[in-house]
Nanobody, 122 residues
Framework: QVQLVESGGGLVQVGGSLRLSCAAS????????RGWFRQAPGKEREFVGR????????NYANSVKDRFTISRDNALNTMYLQMNSLKPEDTAVYYC???????????????WGQGTQVTVSS
């Protein structure tokens, strides 16, 4: 089992920044990928980005590329999502999740956090 806890969400103005954290515990060594997803009201959960824990390599959805950055602190077993130049369309509940599969499909992620709300006001 893996436990994930997100934090850092909140209300921010357009163009502002937020940093989300995802603290992991449990059998995380069995999960080599950690991802960020988001879900806006009435929409499906969508892939934001992921990091391969063993190599520190990250990739992103086109909608957030060049604005969002995923990083990690191996000692703290924590993943971060730095979000800059935020737009109203970034408003959503943000989730972190883990998998050992090379995938962007949320259905193939095994463990999920509870989510944290990000609201971007115009």
């Amino acid at each position: 089992q893996v436990q994930l806890v997100e934090s850092g969400g909140g209300l921010v103005q357009v163009g502002g920044s937020l940093r989300l954290s995802c603290a992991a515990s449990g059998r995380t060594l069995t999960q080599n990928y950690r991802g960020w997803f988001r879900q806006a009201p009435g929409k499906e959960r969508e892939f934001v980005g992921r990091i391969m824990w063993s190599t520190d390599m990250a990739n992103y959805a086109n909608s957030v590329k060049d604005r969002f950055t995923i990083s990690r602190d191996n000692a703290l077993n924590t993943m971060y999502l730095q979000m800059n130049s935020l737009k109203p369309e970034d408003t959503a509940v943000y989730y972190c999740a883990t998998t050992n599969t090379v995938t962007t499909s949320p259905q193939l992620y095994d463990y999920w956090g509870q989510g944290t709300q990000v609201t971007v006001s115009s």
